[in-house]
């Protein structure tokens, strides 16, 4: 199947978290920061899960450095973006996907604050493949996936992700419960993982850049 060019951008400590326990998550230098809105400033579109809206209440736009705003594109199986959240200001353009079970109303509700409301997946989830394959329609050819761990999950699980950029800051936070870069149900056995293979480091103010491509992955083409 056809489809964007997907990475997979996040800051997480060196012990793999997102976010403390209390749901601190701001983890990220300013250096880092700064490179994350330029990389958001050179893709089509910025993906992110219902998690996300609800625990951060992101803007998605480009403020640090000049560029254009991507298209923000939320997973949310259910229609629960609020609708005072900031992905749904005017300021750039906002697709929300939503599966089966959303209900009329809801949809409805997103749609009269301007949204584009894509609905795929009979299932209490979001048919990932299609919704790729639409925003490929709509000529979005690079995407950034900025989970959380459950959107990564799910991306990853089903081979949809081609290149993993982490920055690492030198920080252990421990938790038992605080969320991990991928949540989800995980493989069984190591060797079912999804392999990566390293293409770059690189310093960030006070985190390590990690870069790597993920092994077998078949977008529309390689950028």
């Not at 250096?31 to 209440?57: S, Y």
């Not at 803007?59 to 705003?69: A, D, E, F, I, Q």
């Not at 959380?148 to 699980?157: I, P, Y």
């Amino acid at each position: 199947m056809k489809r964007p060019y997907v990475i997979l951008n996040a800051a997480m400590t060196l012990d793999g978290k997102i976010s403390s326990l209390a749901g601190d998550s701001r983890i990220s230098c300013k250096k880092d920061l700064d490179r994350t809105h330029k990389l958001r400033a050179e893709v089509d579109g910025v993906m992110v899960g219902i998690g996300t809206i609800l625990a951060d209440d992101p803007s998605l736009t480009v403020r640090r450095v000049s560029g254009k705003n991507p298209v923000r594109i939320i997973v949310d199986s259910r229609g629960r973006t609020p609708p005072e959240a900031r992905v749904l200001e005017d300021t750039a353009p906002t697709i929300v996907a939503v599966s089966n079970k959303a209900g009329k109303r809801d949809i409805e509700g997103l749609r009269s604050l301007g949204a584009r409301v894509i609905v795929t997946g009979k299932e209490d989830k979001v048919d990932l493949n299609s919704l790729l394959k639409e925003i490929l329609d709509q000529e979005m050819e690079k995407i950034l996936l900025e989970g959380g761990s459950t959107l990564n999950w799910g991306m990853l699980n089903q081979g949809l992700v081609d290149e993993v950029r982490i920055a690492v800051r030198p920080c252990i936070i421990g938790g038992e419960n605080a969320k991990t870069l991928v949540g989800g149900r995980g493989f069984d056995k190591i060797e079912e993982g999804v392999e990566l293979e390293l293409k770059n480091t690189e310093r960030v103010g006070s985190n390590l850049l990690l870069i790597y491509n993920v092994k077998g992955a078949s977008s529309c083409s390689k950028k």
